[in-house]
């Protein structure tokens, strides 16, 4: 028998692509409401009926929906930022660290990462585990991401507006509600100072972090950074770290290169030997980062093939 999905917010740009991913598998049964969507009533019993619910909401709507979940049997991805660092969710990103994959198949609250975390996560939560990189260290994360990221306004603007800029950098407050998410599940103790920026394209995206290894204890060198990614990813479905010998003989990086996938890269950039280093995330940010994320989380909750509609 099918496992039946609800998709609360299906129309927006996550929950397109996760009905996508979904909607031709015959292990699935989608609750659709069409025209019903904005009916509380209609939304209330949908929430009660499905066995699994996808939240692709505001993060306020994402609460209240949470709130109308009265048959406890029902489990939640939380696509939304609402829940990325609340009591009683787990984080939703299975090769985060050895135990995460597990934690996800026996909750029934996860909370889906956000696209710059996933990448920022898997190029330091392994480095701050290994105690390559010390809690207290101020790390700084640079990213550019596709106008997609940015919702129905954002892409509105690049697709039908007049005068958009190639490229934006933006969060100058240095607020971004992203950092909660990425300084706590890195297990850093200062917040990361992120700058986000957008361009002219629809989705993909590079999340960069660099590292003095000088100012890291006993000066790592980019062999050591690229083995603790090796090791801490090794047999993982989704997750590859490039070869350094292959990073050498590159010379950019396609944020679009990962784009309809489910898939993350990592790089480690450097001169051998060297003080620097330059480590990079690529993936797409409707995918790793979002809607492929959510479908991978809902085959573990629901004991399936991990890469079921993902490959």
Same mark, same amino acid.
């Given at each position: 028998?099918?496992?039946?999905?609800?998709?609360?917010?299906?129309?927006?740009?996550?929950?397109?692509?996760?009905?996508?991913?979904?909607?031709?598998?015959?292990?699935?049964?989608?609750?659709?409401?069409?025209?019903?969507?904005?009916?509380?009533?209609?939304?209330?019993?949908?929430?009660?009926?499905?066995?699994?619910?996808?939240?692709?909401?505001?993060?306020?709507?994402?609460?209240?929906?949470?709130?109308?979940?009265?048959?406890?049997?029902?489990?939640?991805?939380?696509?939304?930022?609402?829940?990325?660092?609340?009591?009683?969710?787990?984080?939703?990103?299975?090769?985060?660290?050895?135990?995460?994959?597990?934690?996800?198949?026996?909750?029934?609250?996860?909370?889906?990462?956000?696209?710059?975390?996933?990448?920022?996560?898997?190029?330091?939560?392994?480095?701050?585990?290994?105690?390559?990189?010390?809690?207290?260290?101020?790390?700084?994360?640079?990213? #550019?991401? =596709?106008?997609? !990221? $940015? /919702?129905? &306004?954002?892409?509105?603007?690049?697709?039908?507006?007049? %005068?958009?800029?190639?490229?934006?950098?933006?969060?100058?407050?240095?607020?971004?509600?992203?950092?909660?998410?990425?300084?706590?599940?890195?297990?850093?103790?200062?917040?990361?100072?992120?700058?986000?920026?957008?361009?002219?394209?629809?989705?993909?995206?590079?999340?960069?972090?660099?590292?003095?290894?000088?100012?890291?204890?006993?000066?790592?060198?980019?062999?050591?950074?690229?083995?603790?990614?090796?090791?801490?990813?090794?047999?993982?479905?989704?997750?590859?770290?490039?070869?350094?010998?292959?990073?050498?003989?590159?010379?950019?990086?396609?944020?679009?290169?990962?784009?309809?996938?489910?898939?993350?890269?990592?790089? #480690?950039? =450097?001169?051998? !030997? $060297? /003080?620097? &280093?330059?480590?990079?995330?690529?993936?797409?940010?409707? %995918?790793?980062?979002?809607?492929?994320?959510?479908?991978?989380?809902?085959?573990?909750?629901?004991?399936?093939?991990?890469?079921?509609?993902?490959?």
């Amino acid at each position: 028998m099918a496992h039946t999905i609800f998709i609360d917010g299906e129309a927006g740009t996550t929950g397109l692509e996760i009905r996508e991913r979904l909607e031709a598998r015959d292990d699935l049964e989608l609750i659709l409401l069409g025209e019903r969507r904005r009916d509380l009533e209609a939304r209330r019993e949908a929430l009660n009926e499905a066995d699994l619910v996808v939240l692709c909401l505001p993060d306020d709507a994402a609460r209240e929906a949470v709130s109308l979940v009265q048959r406890p049997e029902v489990k939640v991805v939380d696509a939304s930022t609402a829940h990325r660092t609340a009591s009683g969710w787990t984080y939703g990103f299975p090769e985060l660290a050895p135990h995460q994959r597990g934690e996800i198949i026996s909750s029934r609250r996860v909370s889906n990462p956000g696209c710059y975390p996933t990448g920022f996560l898997a190029l330091v939560a392994p480095l701050v585990r290994a105690g390559i990189l010390p809690r207290s260290h101020p790390v700084s994360v640079n990213a #550019v991401s =596709g106008y997609s !990221g $940015g /919702g129905k &306004a954002m892409i509105a603007e690049f697709e039908q507006g007049e %005068g958009a800029p190639p490229y934006r950098a933006y969060g100058l407050s240095l607020k971004h509600k992203h950092v909660p998410e990425m300084t706590r599940h890195a297990g850093l103790e200062h917040d990361v100072l992120f700058a986000p920026a957008v361009g002219a394209y629809r989705q993909g995206m590079l999340v960069e972090v660099p590292l003095h290894l000088s100012a890291l204890p006993g000066s790592p060198s980019i062999e050591v950074i690229h083995g603790a990614l090796s090791e801490a990813y090794d047999g993982a479905r989704f997750v590859e770290v490039v070869d350094l010998e292959v990073g050498e003989a590159m010379t950019g990086l396609d944020p679009e290169g990962l784009n309809g996938t489910n898939r993350l890269r990592l790089h #480690v950039f =450097g001169d051998r !030997g $060297g /003080g620097q &280093a330059r480590l990079v995330a690529l993936l797409d940010n409707l %995918g790793k980062g979002a809607s492929g994320a959510a479908v991978q989380n809902l085959n573990l909750m629901l004991g399936l093939s991990e890469d079921a509609g993902l490959v």
